[in-house]
């Protein structure tokens, strides 16, 4: 019914910067909130940076101030603007979106892309 199409990871030396997008596609009646999250080996899913439908953003601790959340005008694609990265922000980076389908709310996840930072 909906789907999320990511790009843009990559490799990266510390210190460099990567885009990554997201676009939701499908029976899309509201998206209520998107962002990403991201998960490193042994590690659990984390809170990346989100928006709300009303254009509130939340970000993780860990990259405030270096990474910027930001959408298109049909709130359909959300970028993330990653700047100074660091070797402990290699993961695999996620899209999730709660996304109202007809009545009923969902949530749904991207396929995942990878961002590995070198030093």
């Known amino acids: 019914q909906v789907q999320l199409v990511e790009s843009g990871g990559g490799s990266v030396q510390a210190g460099g910067s990567l885009r990554l997008s997201c676009t939701a596609s499908?029976?899309?009646?509201?998206?209520?909130?998107m962002g990403w999250y991201c998960q490193a080996p042994g590690k659990q899913r984390e809170l990346v940076a989100v928006v709300t439908e009303g254009g509130s953003t939340n970000y993780g601790d860990s990259v405030k101030g270096r990474f910027t959340l930001s959408r298109d005008n049909a709130k359909t694609t959300v970028y993330l603007q990653m700047n100074s990265l660091k070797r402990e922000d290699t993961a695999v980076y996620y899209c999730?979106?709660?996304?109202?389908?007809?009545?009923?709310?969902?949530?749904?996840w991207g396929q995942g892309t990878q961002v590995t930072v070198s030093s």
């Open positions: 499908g029976s899309i009646v509201r998206i209520n909130a």
């Open positions: 999730h979106a709660i996304v109202q389908v007809g009545d009923y709310t969902y949530s749904y």
